[in-house]
């Protein structure tokens, strides 16, 4: 099946720094990517639609400014933590549709960047 | 909005015991539902999924059914293994065809030899 990789799949660092986390489709293309985040032992949250070419679209409650992405490519979006804060701790995954059907083609999801915030 | 209920875990079960995992569902529309799995370390997989009343998703022994009537999209699995300890997510596709995924809480499986 298809392959999503995340980079870093760990990362710690200061309170008020950025942090970069890569999301790539790596056999496949996609012009729509998704970013979520889960807090332990609980659901994934959608944070917000990466999409190739254009601006990202948040979901409510999701601050645009302090979470950027990126999608550069048809292989590649990026989520930046800005001025992180250790209330951004968290477990962010990304997933990418397999196809150009997004409501019904099957989603792959990286395995995901553990985030902490000292 | 729509949203994703599942049974609250953990679910611990003997190896070759019958597995329910229940999850119903709100939501505008038709959306499509699915089973995925997260087992431990890994990412989500998709486990089975069906995009229609009645139909039937099945993988690797898993079966659900997507049941308009009830609006309930419950994992079963007649005789479960070691291996399927995981946790398993139900989830529905939300309106207007964005391709974005709406999750249950997670209901997480142990099974024990």
């Known amino acids: 099946g298809a392959v999503v990789s995340q980079h870093p799949s760990r990362v710690i660092c200061k309170s008020g720094t950025s942090v970069k986390i890569e999301c790539r489709s790596l056999?496949?293309?996609?012009?729509?990517m998704f970013w979520y985040r889960q807090f332990p032992k609980q659901s994934l949250m959608l944070m917000a639609t990466?999409?190739?070419?254009?601006?990202?679209?948040?979901e409510q409650g999701v601050e645009k400014d302090k979470f950027l992405i990126n999608h550069a490519s048809l292989t590649l979006s990026t989520l930046t933590v800005t001025s992180a804060h250790p209330e951004d701790s968290s477990f962010y995954i990304c997933?990418?549709?397999?196809?150009?059907?997004?409501?019904?083609?099957?989603?792959?999801f990286g395995p995901g960047t553990r985030l902490t915030v000292l | 909005g729509d949203s994703v209920t599942q049974m609250e875990g953990p679910v611990t079960l003997s190896e070759e015991a019958f597995l329910t995992i229940n999850c119903t569902y709100t939501?505008?529309?038709?959306?499509?539902l699915f089973w995925y799995v997260q087992y431990p370390g890994e990412g989500l997989q998709l486990l089975l999924k069906?995009?229609?009343?009645?139909d039937k998703g099945s993988n690797k022994g898993f079966e659900a059914t997507y049941r308009k009537e009830t609006t309930s999209f419950h994992l079963e699995k007649g005789s479960v293994q070691v291996s399927d300890s995981a946790v398993y997510f139900c989830?529905?596709?939300?309106?207007?065809?964005?391709?974005?995924?709406?999750f249950g809480q997670g209901t997480t499986l142990q099974v024990k030899p």
């Open positions: 997933s990418a549709p397999s196809g150009t059907s997004v409501s019904t083609d099957t989603q792959y």
């Open positions: 056999d496949f293309q996609a012009t729509t």
């Open positions: 990466s999409n190739e070419g254009s601006k990202a679209t948040y």
């Open positions: 939501a505008t529309g038709y959306p499509s």
């Open positions: 069906a995009t229609k009343a009645d």
């Open positions: 989830a529905l596709s939300g309106s207007g065809n964005t391709g974005k995924l709406i």
